[in-house]
């Protein structure tokens, strides 16, 4: 009884199958007498293959495409045909425990259903050896103007692999059975070596290309620090990410999906993120009209500090009393840029006042002798120093040397220093500001 049944279940898959192949037709503009020339060898190698289709047209790959999927539904129809076998005999197998049977016929019966599950786990390894060639041809079909949405349906339906997970013994033999498939843990397990190693040579790529375009940048004078190292990284990121995509398709993925829907969502986080995209095109902007650079100390965004680094959205800045400020690129770039030290020469601007009662030429010479005297001082241009303004309490001196930038405070300390040491020797005042109060008495 129970043969005649999986009997007729066969049969059954067989007419669906028969049916369900004929009941889709051809594209109405293709001829109806095109037949198919590649799936005559299931086994034809998958480069082998792709070569056949490439000169193909539509109609014929549509043809090709039809036979290819008739195999694939035979190969399902022999999968499901052995699943419904072992379905019956793990059946027998309970009533026979039930019944008291002897071992030697409970043994002979899980045999019996591990050799089923055993060669439904070969049937799946079959299955994805068509699977691979039908795709080689649904890929050429769908370059040249073919829908193949009802094909990859169709595909998704029917492959991965059913583990009976309540039967441990069954479990085990698919499982295994799968993984020493050449089509399936042997395959995979080659994908992943490969996929790790195309990530490790294009690691070291990119590591050479870095090297290569930070030697590239160094010949260039015009070149900040900021856009070399720009560059640089650049370069690096650029190598990593076509390597990843290079893994992916050693990973049998196809990245041309994958790359659209970067794509797509590119756009929805750029609209997201219209602030972020402001600070990375004024970061572009700064790196190409270079500003300032790495080690200048400037005033931007109403904030002093040293540059200690800049990407694409942002600028670090390290100000005198040691805060890390970081700066959007946005305001940077919006703003008033201030760069103290990104010139070769800078002045200082000192005032300094004597009483009216000291002699101005006296006055003079110290001031002179002081400024000509440091040597830090540059030699040009040369140092101003004259008599400025006679203000309310004293009489100003202007004192304006010229430095490297580096060394600005330096000269404005000690020139400060030296002059009020020298006024107190030559006996020259500082006056500082008095007021006088008078006091009438009213009888």
Partial sequence: MKSLIVTWN??????????????????????????????????????????????????????????????????????????????????????????????????AEADARTALVKHATELMAERTALVDRFKIVLDELEAKGGDISEHDAYITTVSGIKVDVTDASATWTTITGWLMSPEGGFRWAVNIVQFIVILMVFYLLAIVAGKAARKATSRSKNLSSLLSEFLVLSARRLVLFIGFFVGLSALE???????????????????????????????????????????????????PGKVESMNLL??????????????????????????????????????????????????????????????????????????????????????????????????????????KRRFDAEGVSIPFPQRDVHIYQET
């Avoid at 109609?59 to 539904?73: D, G, N, P, V």
């Avoid at 590119?266 to 790196?287: D, E, R």
């Avoid at 990104?342 to 009662?357: E, M, N, P």
């Fill in 314 to 419: 942002s600028t670090q800045l390290r100000t005198p009393d040691n805060q890390l400020v970081i700066v959007p690129n946005n305001s940077v770039w919006g703003d008033v840029i201030t760069n103290v030290t990104g010139i070769t020469q800078r002045r200082v601007d000192l005032v300094f006042g004597v009483g009216y009662s000291d002699d101005i030429d006296k006055t003079q010479s110290i001031l002179e002798e002081i400024v000509n005297g440091h040597e830090l001082v540059l030699k040009e241009p040369a140092a101003v120093v004259k008599l400025h303004e006679l203000a309310d309490s004293s009489v100003n001196f202007v004192c304006r040397p010229w430095v490297k930038p580096e060394h600005y405070w330096d000269v404005y300390w000690d020139i400060t220093r030296e002059v």
């Fill in 253 to 303: 993925i196809n990245v041309g999906p994958v790359l659209a829907v970067v794509g797509a969502a590119g756009f929805v986080i750029a609209f997201a993120l219209q602030n972020s995209l402001s600070n990375f095109a004024s970061g572009i902007l700064m790196l190409i009209y270079r500003p300032f650079d790495t080690g200048d100390f400037v005033n931007v965004a109403g904030t």
């Fill in 10 to 107: 066969r049969l059954l898959w067989s007419a669906i199958a028969l049916i369900t192949v004929s009941s889709w037709s051809f594209a109405a503009d293709c001829p109806t007498d095109i037949k198919p020339v590649t799936a005559a060898d299931p086994k034809i190698p998958v480069e082998v293959l792709a070569h056949r289709v490439k000169p193909l047209t539509r109609c014929e790959l549509e043809t090709e495409a039809q036979a290819w999927l008739l195999l694939l539904k035979d190969k399902v129809t022999e999968i499901s045909n052995a699943e419904v076998a072992a379905i019956y005999k793990k059946q027998e197998i309970e009533k026979a425990e039930q019944a008291e049977a002897t071992t030697e016929k409970a043994e």
